[in-house]
């Protein structure tokens, strides 16, 4: 009998993630299952007009998978983290959340996965 066997192993990929705050200056993204990918970088680009913002990437347990990285996000310029350690982002629901940026602002976060 032949059976699959999955590696753990998946060609880097890009996944782009547009959001735009409501009138209090947050956002929130529910991302979709990202199991045993790695998260290697994070991009993030704002839009003119973007106060200082605060990101999260929060679990269904209420840790941040950025681990405050995405804290005091520039408000004009492209700005790039990455992970020091493989981080295996875990099999649940993963919420992208978006602080004081300002009344209905946007940008756009970049991950970079493997």
């Known amino acids: ?25 947050d956002a929130t993204v529910v991302l979709p299952y990202y199991k045993d990918r790695k998260l290697k970088s994070i991009k993030t680009v704002p839009d003119s007009g973007v106060t200082a913002y605060d990101m999260t990437l929060i679990d269904e347990d209420g840790l941040d998978w950025f681990n405050g990285e995405g804290l005091n996000r520039s408000t004009t310029d492209a700005e790039i983290f990455t992970a020091e350690a493989d981080i295996f982002l875990p099999n649940q629901t993963l919420t992208l959340t978006i602080s004081d940026a300002g009344n209905v602002q946007s940008g756009t976060v970049i991950m970079r996965l493997e």
Not at 6 to 14: D, I, K, N, Q, R
């Open 1 to 25: 009998m032949t059976q699959a066997v999955h590696l753990g192993f998946f060609p880097p990929s890009e996944h782009t993630i547009d959001w735009e705050s409501d009138a209090s200056g």
